[in-house]
Nanobody
Framework: QVQLVESGGGLVQAGGSLRLSCAAS????????MGWFRQAPGKEREFVAA????????DYADSVKGRFTISRDNAKNTVYLQMNSLKPEDTAVYYC???????????????????WGQGTQVTVSF
């Protein structure tokens, strides 16, 4: 089993930055693709960013390209999401997820992820 714990969320003004962390435990996730998803009130969960097990391949939602960066440190069993130039529409609960079976073509598909964290709230004020 893989347990995922997100941290780093909070309240920030528009234009600010936050760095989310996702710490994995239970087993190594060095051979798992990792993703970040988010869910705003009244909306469906949506893909934000994903990274392959090696870190060589990344994918981003169009809405965050150029502003967010996903990275991983397999030695620390941790994945990060650096969020810059935050906008009020980025307000959501952000979830970390791990997938043993996704491909680079399906890294943005939430159904491919078998392990999920509890989420961390990100609120961006005007």
């Amino acid at each position: 089993q893989v347990q995922l714990v997100e941290s780093g969320g909070g309240l920030v003004q528009a234009g600010g930055s936050l760095r989310l962390s996702c710490a994995a435990s239970g087993r190594t996730v060095s051979n798992y693709a990792m993703g970040w998803f988010r869910q705003a009130p009244g909306k469906e969960r949506e893909f934000v960013a994903a990274i392959s097990w090696s870190g060589r391949i990344t994918d981003y939602a169009d809405s965050v390209k150029g502003r967010f960066t996903i990275s991983r440190d397999n030695a620390k069993n941790t994945v990060y999401l650096q969020m810059n130039s935050l906008k009020p529409e980025d307000t959501a609960v952000y979830y970390c997820a791990a997938s043993r079976f996704t491909t680079t073509q399906t890294m943005g598909v939430p159904e491919k992820y078998g392990y999920w964290g509890q989420g961390t709230q990100v609120t961006v004020s005007f």
